[in-house]
């Protein structure tokens, strides 16, 4: 059976189609806008990638698809009218911290210890509630469709699937990065509701991962996950512990733990990583570096590299080595510093600092920060011996290599790098019995350098950027 896959991520809509014979094919890919309005906003079209989305189902079909699996961009929100299907706000992004003060003043009110002991989730812009309460206060009318049962407030999956296939639903995975889902009972919380402000009646009805969850254009939808859980499942992690790295727009770390609920008092995310159908709830916790591609894209921008290619191989010794130090934080810092004020910086420039060698730190700033989150994870949960890794950055050998330095890992790396759209089809071919053809080559990178005062030298050069103010005039 051809399985569909559509990996609807921050930048693309990407779609796959898998089967039991053949390699994954790429059949669709499209980039959307993104939009900037103002300092510290990001916000895509949902009209746009909800066209897109269409387009790759269309392609499926074309392609012989029976079945379709969709992840979802994570935090990622808005507000809609579930009656005309229409949008009444804008898709804000998880890397948007407009709600910056609003998470202060609900902290300042003393309600950040039940909000992270019942949800998980710290009090910041990065997770949906802030981002859903500031759609429905400004989305035109919202009382009014709210009262008549219209207004939807969602992530972008459940808006998707209310248009695609009339059911409002989301996938618990999903909830569970809203800070409104009660970890404990995987439903949502009156109690957070209420301390966000935002209507219980308007959020999508929650389920399971996997099973029949509708149809879209005569294609049964058959799984449904954000992203970064689809990523954990598609490397393969089953056991306690194991742990993959997504080097998207932004880098994420999950390591699975199991059906137990986490502890909720640590800087690393206590999240879902799925539910499948008819089975208990595996929980993880996650850590993230909010710009990771995206940094690398900041650098293109700003003409410091013309092309990806051009860091295949980092210079030795490397650059934090030389002084030379990036802390990555162009949209704050996230595990375990928790400071959407903080800056990104270079640090130690000279006369003789090139282009080249800021593109580098760069790359070695994100690798740095990843090796803060997993040691943050690892008072939780010890971390496997190999990490598994995928996304953009693990095309450059160099980056993989000062990786594995950093983490004193062995990371793998698989040919197929698209691990969220095998995630996607995988949770998908299991609800028909069939199976998917993973014949998907893999290479190792071991540990041959020891950065431990690197990681020392980056640890002041974060510390002199979360210091960092300007000063009031």
């Known amino acids: 059976m051809n399985m569909l896959s559509i990996d609807q991520s921050t930048s693309a809509t990407t779609a796959y189609l898998f089967s039991e014979r053949d390699a994954p094919q ?11 309005p103002q300092a510290s906003w990001v916000e895509h079209d949902p ?5 897109n989305i269409k387009s790759a189902v269309a392609a499926g079909k074309l392609a012989g698809a029976e079945l379709v699996g969709l992840a979802n961009q994570g935090e990622s929100c808005l507000a809609w009218d579930t009656k005309t299907k229409q949008p009444l706000s804008s898709i804000i992004v998880w890397q948007d911290t407009r709600t910056s003060r609003t998470c202060q003043l609900l902290a300042e009110r003393g309600h950040a210890p039940f909000v992270q002991n019942r949800c998980g989730l710290r009090l910041s812009p990065y997770f949906s509630a802030t981002k859903l309460a500031w759609c429905y206060q400004n ?115 999950l390591t699975l733990l199991g059906p137990q609920k986490p502890d909720t008092s640590t800087a690393a995310v206590p999240t879902v990583a799925w539910q499948k159908q008819g089975e208990p709830v595996q929980y993880a916790l996650e850590g993230g570096v909010f710009t990771a591609a995206s940094a690398v894209n900041w650098a293109k921008d700003a003409a410091l590299i013309h092309d990806f290619s051009q860091l295949e191989t980092f210079s030795k010794p490397s650059l934090i080595e030389q002084g030379i130090a990036f802390v990555p934080a162009l949209s704050g810092l996230g595990c375990p510093h928790w400071n959407e004020d903080a800056k990104a910086a270079w640090l130690g420039l000279s006369l003789s600092t090139s282009r080249q060698d800021l593109a580098q730190a760069v790359c070695e700033g994100v690798a740095l920060r990843v090796a803060e989150i997993l040691d943050e994870i690892e008072t939780k949960c010890p971390v496997s011996s190999v990490v598994k890794i995928d996304g953009g950055l693990t095309k450059s050998s160099g980056f993989c290599q000062f990786l594995a330095d950093v983490l004193q890992r062995t990371v793998e790396l698989a040919d197929f790098s698209e691990q969220t759209s095998l995630g996607v089809a995988l949770l998908a071919q299991e609800t028909t019995g069939e199976t998917i053809n993973l014949n998907i080559p893999t290479r190792h990178f071991t540990p041959t350098h020891n950065h431990a005062q690197s990681r020392k030298a980056f640890s002041k050069a974060r510390t002199l950027v979360e210091n960092w103010a300007v000063p009031e005039i």
């Open 139 to 253: 989305a035109e009318n919202a009382d009014q469709l709210l009262t008549e049962g219209r207004l939807r407030l969602g992530t972008t999956d459940a808006f998707f699937r209310d248009v695609l296939t009339d059911r409002c639903e989301t996938d618990v995975a999903t909830a569970s990065r809203t800070s409104l889902m009660n970890l404990d009972s995987c439903r949502w919380d009156e109690e957070l509701c209420d301390i966000f402000s935002v209507p219980l009646a308007a959020l999508p009805e929650i389920g399971d991962c996997n099973g029949e969850l509708g149809e879209i254009d005569g294609l049964r939808l058959s799984s449904s996950i954000v992203d970064q859980q689809a990523a954990l499942y598609g490397h393969g992690c089953r056991l306690r512990g194991e742990t993959k790295i997504t080097f998207g727009t932004g880098a994420f770390a």
């Open 47 to 51: 009209i746009e990638i909800l066209n």
């Open 26 to 36: 790429l059949i669709y890919s499209k980039t959307h806008r993104q939009i900037y």
